[in-house]
C-alpha cells in the first residue's frame, strides 16, 4: 500500500473542486460578455379573503332570511309562555274545580304539577329573550352570532317537539329552526359574519 494510492481508504482524502455556485460567485467564461442585472423579480400575488376580493357590504338575502325566520321562533317563545302564563293563573281554580283542595296528597301532587308549568313557563321566556338577542345582533355580530344561532335553532327543535300539542305550533317551530340552520350555514351567511369590520 503506498501512500499515493488513489484507491487507499487509509489515505488522505482528494481534493476536489468547489461546485459551482456553492460558496464561490460565478464567472463567466473567457469570451462571453457579461450581462447587466435584469428587472426586479415579480411580488408574490397578495391573497384576497372572500374569495377574490369580494367583501359584503349588506346582508346577503339569505341571511336576512335566517334573522327573520329567528324573530319567527322567538314570538312562538312567547306565545308559549302565554299560554302556560295562562295556565298557571286558572291553575288554583282548575284545581278546586276537580276536587283536589281538600286532600293534602292530591294538593303536593298539584304543586308539583305547576312547578312544572312554572319551570315551562320560565324556560320558554328565557328562549325568547335568547332568540331575541341573538336577532339584534345581526347586523353588527361576529362569527359567535352565526353559530350560536345554529345552536339556538337545534334547540328550538328540541322545544318544537315539547310544544306539538299547542295548536301544531310546534311543528311551525321545528321547521322553521330547520331552516335557520341551513341558512345561516350557508356560505354566504358565513362571508357575512367572518367579513372585516373597519
Sequence with gaps: MSFGDPN??????????????????????????QQGYGA???APPVSQPYGGGYVPTQMPGITRAAQ???????LCHVIIAAVYGVALADWDKTMAEAGI???SEAEQFADLGKGVVVFFMSLAAVFAILGLVLLLQY?????????CSIVYASFA??????????YLLGLLI??????????????ASADWFKRPRY
Excluded: C, E, H
Design 101 to 103: 283542595t281538600g286532600d
Design 8 to 33: 487507499n481508504p487509509y489515505g488522505p482524502p482528494q481534493q476536489q473542486p468547489p461546485a459551482p455556485g456553492y460558496g464561490y460567485p460565478q464567472q463567466t467564461p473567457p469570451g462571453v460578455p
Design 174 to 187: 321545528m321547521i322553521v329552526a330547520i331552516l335557520v340552520i341551513v341558512f345561516a350555514a350557508k356560505r
Design 157 to 166: 327543535i328540541i322545544s318544537g317537539i315539547f310544544a306539538l300539542a299547542i
Design 68 to 74: 327573520i325566520l329567528l324573530g319567527v321562533i322567538a
Design 139 to 147: 347586523a353588527k355580530g361576529g362569527n359567535g352570532v352565526r353559530v
Design 40 to 42: 426586479y423579480p415579480a
